[in-house]
């Protein structure tokens, strides 16, 4: 392959993943609240959980 023809594709390659590595960043960016949320259900269930599973003690006296 010609070095010239092989420089202008790894510059478009490049230009190509650098687009790719944007458009990535802007999509982790738009999603950093919903991580708040997915964080804070799953808290959520694991306290409901921990509330509705019979204590030990009280398992034991009956």
Do not use: I, N
């Amino acid at each position: 392959m010609h070095p010239e023809t092989h420089l202008a594709l790894h510059h478009a390659r490049a230009a190509e993943l650098r687009a790719e590595a944007d458009a990535h960043r802007l999509a982790a960016a738009a999603r950093r609240p919903r991580d708040l949320r997915v964080r804070l259900g799953w808290t959520l269930v694991e306290v409901g959980l921990r509330l509705a599973a019979t204590p030990k003690a009280v398992a034991a006296a009956h």
